[in-house]
């Protein structure tokens, strides 16, 4: 199975902050890889795929890149309603895997 | 619009089975694959399996295999996600959620609680 490892777990910024969150597979993916938010009490909420196209609908604060093996998500200018778990997700092979999360707060 | 819509809260006692139901509507059933994902209280997001609508062929993640079934019924356009020999473990949220032939994910039911307590 593919380990995904996202770094941070947790982390605190200020709105209006710029925070990146990182994810790196145990293996090579290629663009496989695709970024969910989750709120509390509800589904996850597909953000981006192909490590950085933005799904329909996502605002443009958010952005996606890498290959291979590292990735990250950016969240621009960031509001309380940014407030979530966010989860990175590799769809190169089955069993399709997740990593931890990492959940943002406002400072 | 699509809309994944699944069954409601379910609480029941160890060594049982639970049946899951997520009804879909807006698009071609058929035309797109169904996955379950759970995900345990406070924990991270587990994928189940995947079934495809058109022929009902399934995958499922080895620790499932055995106790999950996943089915389809395409006169209603509903999937089934069913478990067996329930444990505490299982308490969780089951959620279902669409995907094309690339396996990206992009809609999801709002999930459904299941208990497993004695």
């Known amino acids: 199975d593919i380990q995904m490892t996202q770094s941070p777990s947790s982390l605190s910024a200020s709105v209006g902050d710029r925070v990146t969150i990182t994810c790196r597979a145990s293996?090579?993916?290629?663009?496989?890889l695709a970024w969910f938010q989750q709120k509390p009490g509800t589904a996850p909420k597909s953000l981006i795929n192909?490590?950085?196209s933005l799904q329909s609908g996502v605002p443009s604060k958010f952005s996606g890149s890498g290959s291979g093996t590292d990735f990250t998500l950016t969240i621009s200018d960031l509001q309380p309603e940014d407030v979530a778990t966010y989860y990175c997700?590799?769809?190169?092979?089955?069993?399709?895997?997740f990593g931890q999360g990492t959940k943002v707060e406002i400072k | 619009q699509v809309q994944l819509v699944q069954s409601g809260t379910e609480v029941k006692k160890p060594g049982a089975s639970v049946k899951v139901s997520c009804k879909a509507s807006g698009y071609t059933f058929t035309n797109y694959y169904i996955h379950w994902v759970r995900q345990a209280p406070g924990q991270g997001l587990e994928w189940m399996g995947i079934?495809?609508?058109?022929?009902?062929?399934?995958t499922y993640a080895q620790r499932f295999q055995g106790r999950g079934t996943m089915t389809r019924d395409t006169s209603t356009s509903t999937v089934y996600m069913e478990m067996s020999s329930l444990r505490s473990e299982d308490t969780a949220v089951y959620y279902c959620?669409?995907?094309?032939?690339?396996?990206?994910?992009?809609?999801w039911g709002q999930g459904t609680r299941v208990t497993v307590s004695s």
């Open positions: 997700q590799q769809y190169y092979s089955f069993p399709l895997t």
């Open positions: 079934i495809n609508p058109s022929g009902g062929r399934t």
């Open positions: 293996q090579g993916i290629s663009n496989y």
């Open positions: 959620a669409r995907s094309d032939t690339g396996h990206r994910l992009d809609y």
């Open positions: 192909a490590a950085s």
